[in-house]
């Protein structure tokens, strides 16, 4: 579903992505940790084609992100750690706004926004301007117009901060039948435990290189997530 290859970007001299190489599968959910300033963000962006970069290759269902970004951006969905939402428009209005983009029917759309909307217990703010809404409200609405189109692909920086516990559940099961329904998901977080919990594999960065890969057992062995990765980063 995902698969990078040598990929390295540079900010001037400074190489914040150099020669990363990954790959997931469809029906895999992937955990990508590191320290601040480890290239989580930027190898994210360049995966849904928002960073250009200097050397390497990204595929998405076996589609270039350089050759064809279109294509490839129908298939993925990107949820930032602070999204950037329009406060004019109500929440519906976004959503709708977001599945006409995406050129999602009246019906299919209606649908998918009152089972999101529901589970994370949102309905009730849609008609509310986004400027109004807190952190949480807008991180689930950045949620529900992620999955609105069905994405094969779903990318995440941070996916979890500003959602209640309730809301966090709900997500992870949402994730979970994302996957079981043949989509993938690769996101970043520091927050180990979950990932330990939620994740199939693991990608540990730091300062720009992956020091290690593989899947949840094979990364921590009898340990835990959270001591492999300090040893490793320090």
């Known amino acids: 579903m995902l698969v ?10 400074k190489k914040a992505v150099d020669g990363v190489s990954l790959q997931i ?4 959910i992937c955990a990508f940790i590191g320290h601040n300033g480890a290239g989580k963000t930027t190898t994210l962006k360049a995966c849904c ?26 298939r ?31 019906e299919v759309r209606a649908s998918r926004i009152k089972k999101y909307a529901d589970a994370l ?21 950045a949620v529900i117009s992620a999955l609105i189109h069905e994405p094969k692909l779903v990318i995440m920086d941070e996916p979890f901060v500003g959602l209640d516990p309730k809301a966090a559940h709900t997500f992870k ?15 970043s977080t520091h927050v180990l435990d979950v990932a330990e919990k939620l994740c199939d594999k693991v990608v540990i960065i730091k300062d720009g290189k992956l020091i290690k890969a593989g899947t949840m057992d094979e990364v921590k062995g009898d ?12």
């Open 49 to 74: 084609g928002i960073l250009g970069f200097e050397e390497g290759e990204i595929l998405v269902d076996g589609i270039s992100v350089k050759e064809n970004p279109l294509e490839c951006k129908k």
């Open 25 to 28: 599968k469809a029906g895999e």
């Open 223 to 234: 340990t835990s997530l959270e001591k492999v990765f300090l040893e490793l980063v320090d």
């Open 76 to 106: 993925i969905a990107y949820i930032p750690d602070n999204p950037d939402l329009y406060g004019f428009m109500t929440g519906i209005q976004y959503l709708n706004f977001v599945a006409d983009i995406y050129e999602v029917p009246a």
């Open 121 to 141: 217990e949102l309905t009730f703010a849609l008609a509310q301007n986004i400027s109004t809404y807190s952190h949480g409200m807008k991180q689930k609405i």
């Open 4 to 13: 990078i290859k040598n990929l390295s970007k540079s900010y001037g001299e």
């Open 173 to 187: 099961e949402l994730m979970r039948e994302i996957c079981q329904n043949g989509g993938a998901i690769f996101f």
